[in-house]
């Protein structure tokens, strides 16, 4: 199984590795290895929450989600949408932009498209950080089946029956965003954290109607098995939806990554090739837990992995008045998700030793 669904990741950075080399020489194949190396430590936590989605859907959307939605998180968020990004914030003529990515020498008005898009940094990061935010808040007021942090969470489900909680905390937490870190760019910042918001509850209410699509489908299926019928389209709307929804969670996830890869290279197409590398891993490792039935091994997992994003909504956030190292955000995320593996671990050995004590046969 392992080779089964990492086996086009193995090949697309052997590929993309000797490519590098070839074009750009050994500085170019480092670049490359960095900036791969780069997009997996910040989207782990990613991929433990697109588990919870995919798991829901069937072995052919879990291929189009390897397939299909690699190539618009490669090609769409990790090209085109920084490309729309300067062009929309600078107010740039799609030719212009087209040409200084092209030319990581080249100006326009004094600056670079490094430089253009680091300029448009505020508006990536309040729309993102709002977004990742509200995935944060809606998972830690809601009522689980597992509770990690104990004396945080169980308080914390009692509180968040109070309705619109994550939306009203959200526009504070912006409100307070814009005043601390925003400066002469407030006014941005506040309309991109709305749109963030706005988003987020799009794309919420929508998976809501599709989740009892698919209860509905699953009562369909049993009544077409007595009948003969076949109700194939109706689990194909639901489960598109899905897939859509899972490629707005991509996005915000792909914002820190895309911005601070220009750290490390000014080349468009290295930082494309070196990001879409990672970001093959990271949906291969999507459909392994899925497959494995890691999360439901491992019941802590989905814990860790909203708390790496309450950390990186944060972030996000900060950094719109100051740079965070991408390795710091990198090691939170993987911080969070060991601490969570470790206690499923531990809870998973004292399940063990109770059901094989004496007393509990």
């Not at 791969?36 to 430590?41: G, K, Y």
């Not at 004396?151 to 912006?174: C, F, H, Q, R, Y």
């Not at 494309?272 to 970001?279: F, H, Q, V, Y």
């Not at 995320?333 to 531990?346: D, E, K, P, Q």
Request: charged share 15%.
């Amino acid at each position: 199984m392992f080779f089964r669904t990492f086996g086009w990741s193995f090949a697309i950075t052997i590929a993309g590795l000797i490519a590098a080399g070839l074009i750009w020489g050994a500085e170019g194949f480092g670049v490359v290895l960095i900036l791969s190396i780069l997009e997996i430590s910040l989207s782990f936590d990613n991929a433990v929450v697109n588990a919870t989605v995919l798991k829901r859907m069937n072995p052919f959307w879990q291929k189009i989600f390897l397939t299909v939605g690699v190539l618009i998180a490669v090609f769409g968020m990790r090209l085109i949408f920084p490309l729309l990004v300067v062009g929309l914030t600078a107010h740039l003529s799609p030719g212009t932009v087209i040409d200084l990515a092209l030319d990581s020498s080249m100006t326009y008005n004094g600056m670079t498209y490094a430089q253009y898009l680091e300029d448009a940094n505020p508006a990536i990061a309040a729309f993102g950080g709002i977004f990742l935010l509200m995935i944060f808040l809606d998972f830690i007021f809601e009522e689980k089946d597992f509770n990690w942090l104990r004396w945080i969470e169980k308080p914390l489900e009692k509180i968040g029956k109070l309705d619109a909680l994550s939306s009203v905390i959200a526009l504070v937490v912006l409100a307070v965003s814009s005043r601390l870190f925003a400066g002469e760019h407030a006014e941005t910042v506040l309309l991109a954290g709305l749109c963030g918001l706005a988003t987020y509850l799009a794309v919420n209410g929508l998976s809501s109607v599709f989740e009892s699509g698919l209860e509905a489908q699953e009562e369909a299926e049993e009544e077409a098995e007595k009948s003969g019928k076949s109700i194939v389209q109706v689990g194909g709307k639901a489960a598109f939806f899905l897939f859509m929804y899972l490629e707005v969670l991509d996005a915000s996830f792909s914002f820190d990554g895309v911005v601070g890869a220009f750290a490390i290279s000014q080349d468009i197409f290295q930082i494309t090739l070196g990001l879409g590398i990672g970001a093959m891993y990271i949906r291969s490792l999507t459909v392994f837990l899925v497959r494995k039935g890691t999360l439901d091994d491992y019941v802590y997992l989905e814990h860790g992995a909203h708390y790496a994003i309450g950390a990186l909504a944060l972030i996000l956030l900060a950094s719109i008045e100051y740079h965070i190292p991408e390795i710091v955000t990198g090691l939170i995320g993987v911080a969070f998700i060991g601490a969570a593996l470790f206690s499923s671990v531990m809870r998973n050995r004292k399940e063990q030793a109770l059901e094989g004590s004496p007393s509990s046969g």
